[in-house]
């Protein structure tokens, strides 16, 4: 089902020197004391990330579902169907978990009490004129809720940091010469480093190692190289152009492998946390 139309609802629009209006619907100021009591987050999905039985996401409206993998068909899903757009999903850090607190929130509440709505096709005729709505951390729930699940985003990757860095248990086989290796998974990775030249950093500063191995092996499998990420005729043509290119590392410009890296998790919260700091000060 489509997200509710509003009659008489603030509107972004242009002033009379054709400047943007700010979205209306919702301010900080109308909505500062709405939240009388600790956000209840919905229970997580569980574990750590895998390759294989993502979970999958609810429409915030309706009962279509996508895998978590799949983020982006969620998103215009929900724009074409329920005209509905999430601001700054990027920084949401646990999308999952976002998307069943507020289709829970909208079946308590109008979806005018938490969302801007923007008016398109303004100077058109009423029939051809639509509604939007826009989700975002101007509603201090909405920034509460996102702080808290990056807070518990952060404190889960270093809880599983932790158990990886204590774990003697680990076995793996390095990529380049298929030896295993049983133990820490330091030993594995340091010898990929001293004997192959391949480093992906520290082992203390990875989490989900088993996953992040995972993904570079897929693609060597593939016969893509890991840098430049191009394809080759067979296992040989690849080797060769690795060693010869220098490409035994992994691409920096890949925002795939971010998440197998602690200090992104403490960037995102530092940079949520600014970004704020500095539309309050505005």
């Not at 089902?1 to 242009?14: H, L, R, S, W």
């Not at 074409?80 to 079946?107: C, G, M, P, Q, S």
């Not at 509460?144 to 860095?165: F, T, V, Y």
Request: aromatic share 8%; net charge negative; glycine share 4%.
């Amino acid at each position: 089902m489509a997200a509710p139309k509003t009659q008489g609802a603030a509107t972004q629009g242009e002033d009379s020197d054709g400047n943007r209006g700010g979205a209306g619907g919702v301010s900080y100021e109308d909505t500062k004391d709405y939240i009388l009591e600790p956000l209840s987050l919905p229970e997580s999905p569980g574990g750590t990330t895998s390759l294989e039985g993502s979970p999958s996401v609810p429409c915030i409206f309706c009962e279509e579902h996508f895998p978590v993998v799949e983020q982006d068909k969620l998103l215009k899903h929900m724009i074409i169907e329920h005209k509905i757009v999430i601001a700054d999903v990027k920084l949401v850090a646990d999308f999952r978990r976002y998307i069943l607190y507020w289709r829970k929130r909208f079946t308590e509440q109008p979806i005018t009490d938490f969302c801007s709505v923007i008016r398109i096709n303004c100077t058109a005729p009423s029939e051809e004129q639509d509604n939007y709505f826009l989700l975002c951390d101007v509603l201090p729930e909405d920034r509460i809720l996102r702080e808290e699940l990056q807070k518990q985003r952060l404190k889960e990757i270093l809880e599983q940091q932790q158990q990886e860095r204590n774990d003697n248990s680990f076995r793996g086989i390095c990529m380049f010469c298929n030896e295993e290796f049983l133990g820490n998974r330091s030993i594995l990775l340091n010898h990929m480093a001293r004997e192959h030249a391949f480093n992906i950093g520290l082992p203390d500063n990875i989490v989900n190692c088993n996953e992040f191995l995972c993904t570079l092996q897929k693609k060597l499998d593939n016969l893509q190289c890991l840098y430049c990420e191009k394809t080759f005729r067979d296992k040989n043509t690849l080797k060769d152009h690795m060693r010869k290119k220098q490409h035994r590392r992994i691409n920096p410009k890949n925002r795939e492998y971010d998440r197998f890296y602690v200090i992104n998790y403490l960037v995102r919260l530092s940079f949520h946390n600014l970004k704020f700091d500095c539309m309050s000060t505005n």
